[in-house]
């Protein structure tokens, strides 16, 4: 393998670890149905905070994944 390679499968990895955590992090779709089932009492901020912690998640999720593709045809591409 070349240093380019290398440095690239480094960095690879970083981001595959990146987007497994943040997958991870993410609360599943399922959750606010059970909320809405169960009758949850959530206040309006509560609500919100989570909301924009998801959205914060879920942009996060969608540029890494561009990352994470981006690099696998870099190094497709190097191979």
Request: aromatic letters at 8%; a positive charge.
């Amino acid at each position: 393998m070349t240093p380019v390679q290398i440095v690239f499968s480094i960095i690879y990895f970083v981001i595959a670890l990146a987007l497994i955590a943040i997958v991870m992090l993410q609360s599943g779709k399922s959750a606010g149905l059970s909320g809405a089932i169960a009758g949850g009492a959530d206040t309006f901020l509560s609500k919100n905070k989570a909301k924009s912690a998801d959205a914060k998640l879920a942009k996060a999720t969608k540029w890494v994944a561009i990352g994470f593709m981006v690099l696998t045809v870099i190094i497709g591409l190097l191979a």
